[in-house]
């Protein structure tokens, strides 16, 4: 989320002391529409209020075997932080929600400050082509 809370500081004209922009596998629109398709898999219209009404939900879009033993480990140590902690809380569920139905393309197009994209290619939950979008 650390992407879009910058896209809200910049929207919000809170810009001093930011010189440029780095933005890290995360695209400026989650939810999929007609003019955007680089959002969150499986992620639109037809299930904007449900998709994340419990967490964030696994796409399911690469095995484990694919990730190597590094991004293993972390899928690992996620697993046993969500087990010690069973579910979002209402106020942690209220601002994912509102996160993840956010545009923040005009926000990007309104910004005068150099702005780079980074997006690997098998993330887990939207297409890299949304850096270059």
Not at 15 to 41: C, E, H
Not at 43 to 69: C, E, I, M, Q, W
Not at 74 to 89: E, P, S, W
């Amino acid at each position: 989320m650390g992407g879009n809370a910058t896209w809200a500081l910049i929207a919000a004209g809170r810009t001093a002391g930011i010189r440029d922009v780095v933005i890290v596998d995360q695209t400026p629109k989650m939810l999929n529409s007609d003019d955007w398709a680089y959002g969150f898999y499986g992620y639109d219209a037809s299930n904007a209020d449900t998709l994340f009404a419990t967490g964030v939900p696994d796409p399911g879009r690469h095995s484990l075997a694919s990730k190597g033993p590094v991004r293993v480990a972390r899928l690992v140590k996620a697993m046993d932080l969500k087990a010690a902690r069973a579910a979002f809380t209402p106020a942690e569920l209220a601002l994912l929600n509102d996160h993840a139905k956010r545009d923040w393309r005009p926000a990007i197009a309104a910004t005068r400050m150099p702005v780079l994209f980074v997006a690997g290619r098998e993330s887990d939950f939207w297409p890299c082509e949304h850096a270059a979008a």
